[in-house]
């Protein structure tokens, strides 16, 4: 089946076009903006159906402003969790010390929002649904540009023209092989797996708006109870074999991992639904332009951070936002346009990368002693002018 758009279908629609591939939080955000400013938009997702599984991410800093200024704050308000109280456990379970939320609070400041990842792009989602065309369970098998506009192949058939495509297609971006080549030139592999999945079972070992942390050398396992539908685990561990791990499935993997852990740890991993779940390798990806001609990469596609930042949501905000105001400013030349809008964002990206590396030890740390450091540090944060000097370090990095 080819189902071409032709001339007079080109003609009739107002305006200029842009081609989005994945609804994500970087796709819908972008939709969402060009929308703003008067573009038609389709948007081409892979998945069959919408995905609103879930991890638990917070937006602060310049990823709340730019929530603010798409118009999501008081959608995403509605469904922000809060801050919880973070207790630090031993192997076994028990209790070594814990954070009140209202610590963490102190230092993050009320700007913030605690999100399911499906809440945010539920969302971004009802807010592009009235007016995006949405294509499922389709993907570009080719991509082709002139001068005057760009062409997607899908694996539908289907063939789309636009002013503009956005390959908001997440770290491992067919739009970015398609245009810019094999993945392996662009993905720098931080030795790491991640996991993270909803609890449909609220843990029954921790109490409600309680998560509790396992840091060890080498990995960290966290699992929070906020009550039905809000509870969640994560888990990230330093492997030397990343692929063999993938193979091996999120469960048997994680269960290697961490299964000799107690506090509820292997009641989650026995709750995990591999439909639900996000298990894959922590790597970023670099690349010296993020455009061709009319072709744009955004949000991980573009420059995972990794979960290592804890900010490549706040950054696909962000960066939407951002070239929806490039594209107002430059409306005659998209090139001109990207190519301005990533000079405006490349200093954050690069700031959030390298930020990134540096908080792998957080995570994983490679001894004894990194763990023990950790823990004085935590503990620390908890007295009033360490707090303040910590607060403004995160101020510092939102800057
Ligand atoms: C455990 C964890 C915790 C995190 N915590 C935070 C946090 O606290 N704060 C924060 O800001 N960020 C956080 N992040 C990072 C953040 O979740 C991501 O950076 C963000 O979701 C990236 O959005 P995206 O839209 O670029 O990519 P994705 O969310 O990966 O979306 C890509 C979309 O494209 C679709 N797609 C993929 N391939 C194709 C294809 N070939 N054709 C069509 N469609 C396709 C996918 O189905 C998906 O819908 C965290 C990440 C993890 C894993």
Redesign the pocket.
Known sequence: MEDFESAADQDARSGRRALV???????LAAALRLHQQGWDVVI????STR?SSG?????HGP?YDAAERLGLVPALTRRDIGFFTSILVHADGREKLRIPAAVTEAAVGDRALSLF?GDLESALYDAVAEFADIRFGT??QAIVQTPGEVTVTLSDGTRLQGDLLVG???????VRELVFGIESDYFVDLGHM?G?FPLHTVPEHISEGFGTTFIGPGRTAAVMNLGPQRSSA?FTYRCPDPNAELSLGAQPALTQAFGDLGGGVAEALHQLDPATA?FDTVGQIVTDRWSRDRVVL????AW??T?FA???????LDGADRLGSALAAHEEDIPAALAAWEASLRPEVRKRQALARKGISRFAPPSRTHVWAGELMLRAIQLPGIRTLVRRSIQRANN
């Open positions: 591939v994945g609804a994500g939080i970087a796709g081409v997702e892979r998945a995905r991890y638990l991410l917070n937006l990823g990842r993907t570009p908001a297609d997440g770290v491992h971006s067919r991640v993270a994560f996000y955004l949000g991980d596609a995972c951070v979960v804890g900010y490549g949501a706040a950054l696909a």
